[in-house]
């Protein structure tokens, strides 16, 4: 897969395995409420990554990518009150991690390793 810069995981039946060892340009995996799995992301090289955490996300997300990784919280556009992730993130081999929680946004009971 070439020259797409976002995987956006929604309605999964099962537990998703993804490999990036063919896949180039992915710069951003996003996670939202409609998300229904626990999804890992491997191959996936020497590359800085976005994860985006749109809403009441959960479940559990896995890479192992090389390089940086972002963690963005975020709210959704119809947010009235705050919205809270119980997701959990693994960056296995990450060389830094940044997180950002924007406004309207919490975490509860989340593990980032």
């Not at 710069?27 to 491997?42: L, P, Q, R, T």
């Not at 009150?81 to 959990?88: F, L, W």
């Amino acid at each position: 897969m070439r020259n797409f810069e976002t995987l956006t995981v929604g309605e999964i039946s099962d537990e998703l395995t993804f490999s990036g060892q063919n896949s180039f340009d992915i710069g951003k995996i996003a996670v939202n409420e409609d998300s229904s799995n626990d999804a890992s992301f491997y191959d996936m090289g020497n590359i800085d990554l976005t994860f985006e955490s749109l809403g009441a996300t959960s479940h559990s997300y896995t890479s192992d990518n090389n390089n940086l990784v972002t963690l963005d919280y975020k709210a959704t556009d119809s947010v009235t009150s705050a919205e809270v992730s119980d997701a959990n993130f693994e960056f296995i081999n990450s060389e830094e991690v940044t997180i950002n929680v924007g406004e309207q946004y919490r975490r509860q009971k989340e593990t980032i390793i």
